[in-house]
């Protein structure tokens, strides 16, 4: 009798180092994706992916702004196009510093796992 794909002790060990492995890495992105929600917050997608837009009008205020223009319309707060872009400013400087410490965490972690195989 013949045995095929006798597993040693060390082909165990690097099963269960690669398992634990991809285990800690799916660990590490569900805590990066949960420290970007606490960050976001509840807003919804539709809102999310018009931050960039937004954005880009309010650190362009010299050019064409037909989004900006419609949301102090449809806002009515009684703001300007100028208080409102200093607004969305503040808000994605602010994201964007948040978001780069988050990110950079997850990366540290990901080589830290990476160097542990």
Known sequence: MMF???KTAADL?????????????AQALSDYETAIEAMIGKVPNTELSSWAKQESEARNLDKPTPMLDTL????????TKE??????IANADAYAVGYAQVL????AKLKELEGNV
């Open 4 to 6: 095929k794909n006798i």
């Open 13 to 25: 060990a690097s099963e269960k180092a690669q398992a634990d492995l991809v285990q800690a890495k």
């Open 72 to 79: 102090v319309i449809s806002r009515g707060l009684g703001e």
């Open 83 to 88: 208080e409102l872009a200093t607004k969305i």
């Open 104 to 107: 950079g965490e997850y990366q």
